[in-house]
């Protein structure tokens, strides 16, 4: 079965340090993979989205990139954090892009 | 701005009783799926229904998608304490960005 995790869970970092959060799926080949960012109480917003080694889309543009250095491992970055990059970061993954999305448990990031 | 609109924001209800979330969304889509999220966590994917599809059962769900109206509805039979959590719509599109676009929730409470 497949399975897809994040951490780490909860992180709180001061303004202008850098960040790295990972995510790696098992128990599949080539999936598309998305990062999210979900603000208290909101909906989901698309922050990039990889459908192979390499390749990255970015939707909005932020203080954030993302990388794929390996078929099931999909890092979310940044070099200077700022304090509106808080919030909940999601990763996810699909068979394709019309398919259902499976989950990570998610990222807490506070910015002090 | 957001393709999928939920309604409503909350709602309460007691334990047993039916629950039912509704989603709006602008543009024709493939499809539209169903998400569950429990207080901070990961989402979970609950139910896909196509374009050409009319009503869905799983389990105690029942999705229905009235292309016509451009909505969808989410009833929850026999609610539990349980499925106390925020229910997300997501629609994918037929013609733009090839990316799921969440709505904000609903964010649904079971009371014993």
């Given amino acids: 079965s497949q399975t897809i995790h994040q951490w780490p869970a909860t992180l709180v970092q001061p303004v202008g340090s850098p960040l790295s959060l990972e995510c790696t799926v098992e128990g599949t080949s080539n999936p598309n993979l998305y990062w999210y960012r979900q603000a208290a109480g909101r909906g989901l917003q698309l922050l990039f989205y990889s459908v192979g080694i390499g ?58 | ?25 602008k543009t024709s889509i493939n499809n539209l799926q169903w998400y569950r999220q429990n207080s901070g966590r990961g989402l979970v994917h609950l139910i896909l229904i196509r374009s050409n599809e009319r009503e869905k059962h799983s389990g105690r769900l029942r999705v229905t998608l009235d292309t016509s109206k ?43």
């Fill in chain 1, 55 to 112: 390749q990255i889309s970015s939707e909005v543009p932020q203080n954030l990139s993302a990388s794929r250095p390996q078929d099931r491992q999909f890092i979310l970055s940044s070099k200077k954090l700022l304090l509106s990059d808080s919030g909940f970061y999601l990763c996810a993954w699909s068979v394709l892009f019309t398919y259902e999305q499976y989950f990570g448990p998610g990222t807490r990031l506070t910015v002090t």
């Fill in chain 2, 1 to 25: 701005s957001q393709q999928g609109e939920e309604d409503p924001q909350a709602l309460s209800i007691q334990e047993g009783e039916n629950a039912t979330m509704n989603c709006s969304y």
């Fill in chain 2, 70 to 112: 451009k909505s969808s509805s989410l009833l929850i039979t026999a609610s539990r304490a349980a499925d106390t959590a925020s229910y997300f719509c997501a629609t994918y599109q037929i013609q733009g960005a090839q990316k799921l676009v969440f709505g904000q929730g609903t964010r649904l409470t079971i009371n014993p």
